[in-house]
């Protein structure tokens, strides 16, 4: 059974400080989503990564997908209150249709 | 704006009385998951339709059934709930199945919270 663990589990945090959250898997994913999630919303969808090693920046978000595609980490920079949510890893292979989801780090970024 | 639409928000169903959560979708994508997700819990896949074609899950109760009459809708049968069933109900679409390239991911609704009283 594929499992992703997500840590920390939740993070509070003043504005402007910078803050990496990590997901983790023992299996090996041909594709890992990032999803923010607001209280009461349905999830969000930031990123697709596909390729081990691979960097992608989003504004003041930068995600890495592990070189053996086990992992990754999602790193904000100088957080807002704005950024303030459930983070959600997510990921599936190719050919498949169920996507596993991690259970998420829940972060408050303080004003 | 192509979206997908759960309603409703907010369901209060008695224990044991049958309940409907519904969700449409305007993207035309082809595939419609179910996902429960309890509080501090990773969303769970309760099954999903590729078109008309139905995927249950192994560990998904009987008590959860489903159907989709056409390609824009769904809907999430409960046929006796339980107090374990109350939790955040996730429609989500997508355009077919994972891809190798990153042209992927889900589209969700806002949820259905079900309480069951």
């Not at chain 2, 997908?4 to 994508?29: A, D, E, M, W």
């Not at chain 2, 955040?88 to 077919?96: D, Q, V």
């Amino acid at each position: 059974t594929q499992l992703l663990e997500q840590s920390p589990q939740f993070l509070s945090i003043q504005e402007g400080e910078n803050l990496t959250v990590y997901c983790n898997s023992s299996s090996v994913f041909s594709s890992l989503q990032w999803y923010r999630q607001e209280p009461g919303e349905g999830p969000v969808l930031l990123v697709t990564v596909v390729t081990g090693g691979e960097v992608k920046k989003l504004k003041r978000l930068t995600f890495q997908f592990g070189d053996a595609r086990k992992d990754s980490s999602l790193h904000i920079t100088a957080a807002q209150p704005g950024d303030t949510g459930l983070y959600l890893c997510a990921g599936g292979n190719t050919g498949g249709f169920k996507t596993i989801f991690g259970a998420g780090t829940r972060l408050f970024v303080k004003a | 704006d192509a979206m997908v639409i759960q309603n409703p928000r907010y369901q209060v169903t008695q224990f044991g009385k049958p309940v409907t959560l519904s969700c449409s979708q305007t993207l035309n994508h082809n595939v419609m998951y179910w996902y429960q997700q309890k509080s501090s819990q990773a969303p769970k896949l309760l099954f999903h339709y590729y078109d008309k074609d139905f995927n249950n899950e192994a560990d998904t109760p009987d008590n959860f059934q489903s159907r989709r009459p056409n390609t824009s809708f769904c809907f999430l049968d409960i046929r006796s709930p339980g107090l374990g069933d109350a939790a955040m109900y996730l429609c989500a679409t997508s355009r077919g199945a994972i891809p190798t390239g990153t042209n992927y991911g889900y589209t969700f609704g806002s949820g259905t919270r079900l309480t069951v009283v």
